[in-house]
């Protein structure tokens, strides 16, 4: 589903939405999306009730993505004492909804925050909060707590605690157990952006990093306490979710040493400083594909144009906005064993985008646009003496799929042509699911609908396979 911008309501919805979203100790956003998928009429998909078993096991029958590398692991969340606490609920739902247990220890700070009662709800587990609990500790509790997890996660982590991790502090059950720990450790900052400029931060970062600690974040945005702005929100959920797949990936790396470039999302091509042409690519497609090459192992260098979805992790995204500058970054990074070019490429721009912005005025007749063609970049990379060796361009077609994505392979000399029926009615432009139909030179392949991951997970396998069939081009 689509990000809810909370901040964008009405005044009187956002109120209300406040009121609904305390009573039930979630936040903004998750009760928007709780609201809505009732609205729509959406499988419940609330979170489990409190005394349930914390097997790795979907939340409310959502399974959201079987192919989650952290399915089955186990991880020990350290919530520090900020405002982002109330982001951790949804983090534990959602890595539930993926098959792994989690395992609250509570600051106390962070039970300003957030209660034991909603976190023990979602993570169907005890919150732990007390260094000295006479049950836990009569077999050293807190040296067992950090054995367990396979994966230590901070998130909120604050200034504060940021500074107790770099001391090596263990004045509490969080910090004792982050000293006590022989495993990887995951931090999420969150503060605001002058205690994160703040030299001691600075420092203790630094120190950190050279431990051996994973960050994420923070990101550079609102705070939700003030009116202030800057580096220092926490990672989304979703972002710190995909990290965790990252660092607990343990699955087969088939492409391991080869290099894949993919471009994802739409070009935008300027009008004036304040428009521009653009199409309705979202980017999830080329972004999931991007994702599954590297888990398989590849390394990956994802050309982005403006989408509104966070980079994969794991992946070294280029960010660039118009088609002139995608064509320059996906040649500039050849060589390359593997390209697959996903990106709904603007086929033209404006012949001259004006210096300021184009006025209306009474007198004036309506502006005409002038277009010239953008550089083809499949065309420029299938022709490159530098070529890659498996050359995947997509077609977004809404007629004769077949006849126009054969026609696109022999032009732009690609190997295959994932070519999808993108017609108003499929809903394939910025939704969810996707029905391929896979063209080589030796026949076509019909996929069944199936999500945008999915596709990448398949298109994935075939790549696998291409590489282990085709030795020569090792
Ligand atoms: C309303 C409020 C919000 C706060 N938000 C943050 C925050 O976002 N980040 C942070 O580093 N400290 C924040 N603090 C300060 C921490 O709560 C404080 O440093 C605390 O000792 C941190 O405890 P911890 O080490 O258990 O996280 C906040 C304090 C208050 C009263």
Not at 61 to 68: C, I, N, T
Not at 310 to 316: I, Q, T
Request: proline residues 6%; glycine residues 8%; aromatic residues 4%.
């Amino acid at each position: 589903m689509a990000s809810i911008t909370v901040r964008n309501l009405d005044e009187t919805v956002k109120q209300a939405l406040r009121l609904r979203a305390a009573r039930h100790d979630r936040s903004m956003e998750e009760e928007a999306r709780l609201l809505l998928a009732d609205g729509v009429g959406e499988p419940d998909q609330r979170p489990m009730a409190a005394g349930g078993s914390n097997l790795p096991k979907p939340v409310g029958g959502a399974d959201p993505d079987h192919a989650y590398p952290a399915r089955g692991k186990r991880i020990l969340l350290i919530i520090g004492g900020g405002i982002a606490a109330y982001k951790c609920l949804d983090l534990i739902r959602r890595l539930r909804e993926r098959g792994v247990s989690v395992r609250p220890v509570l600051t106390r700070a962070g039970g300003e925050f957030v209660t034991p009662l909603s976190l023990g709800a979602l993570a169907a587990d005890r919150v732990f909060t007390d260094l000295f609990d006479r049950e836990d500790e009569h077999d050293v509790g807190h040296i067992r707590l950090s054995r367990e997890a396979d994966l230590i996660v901070v998130a909120p982590a604050t200034a504060d605690f940021l500074a107790k991790m770099a001391g090596g502090h263990a004045d509490d059950l969080a910090s004792t157990v982050v000293l006590a720990s022989d495993k990887p450790i995951l931090v999420a900052p969150a503060m605001n952006p002058k205690m994160w400029q703040h030299p001691a931060t600075v420092r203790n970062y630094a120190t950190l990093e050279s431990d051996g600690v994973h960050f994420i974040g923070p990101e550079a945005g609102e705070m939700a306490e003030s009116d202030e702005a800057g580096t220092g929100r926490m990672a989304e959920p979703m972002a710190i979710v995909e990290r965790i797949g990252v660092l607990l990936d343990t699955g087969p790396k088939p492409l391991a040493g080869r290099i894949a470039i993919v471009t994802s999302g739409p070009t935008h091509e300027p009008i004036d400083p304040v428009r521009y042409i653009a199409n309705r690519s979202s980017g999830k497609q080329g972004h999931a594909i991007a994702a599954a090459l590297a888990r398989a192992g590849a390394q990956v260098k994802l050309i982005s144009g403006p989408v509104n979805i966070a980079d994969p992790a794991g992946v070294e995204v280029i960010h660039v906005e118009t088609a002139r500058q995608m064509h320059e970054a996906a040649l500039g990074a050849l060589p390359a064993d593997i390209a697959v070019m996903v990106a709904a490429v603007a086929d033209w721009r404006t012949d001259g985008a004006a210096d300021e912005k184009i006025k209306k005025t009474a007198s004036e007749r309506t502006p005409r646009l002038a277009l010239v063609e953008n550089p083809d970049i499949l065309a420029a990379v299938g022709h490159h003496e530098r070529r890659p060796c498996l050359v995947v361009g997509f077609a977004a077609e809404t007629e004769k799929i077949d006849k126009h994505g054969r026609g696109k392979l022999e032009r732009k000399n690609a190997d295959w042509i994932v070519a999808n029926d993108v017609s108003p009615e499929t809903g394939v432009m910025g939704g969810d699911a996707n029905t391929i139909r896979l063209i080589r030179r030796d026949g076509i392949e019909a996929w069944p609908t199936l999500s945008k991951q999915a596709v990448a997970e398949r298109l994935t396998e075939r790549v696998v396979d291409y590489f282990a069939e085709n030795t020569a081009h090792a």
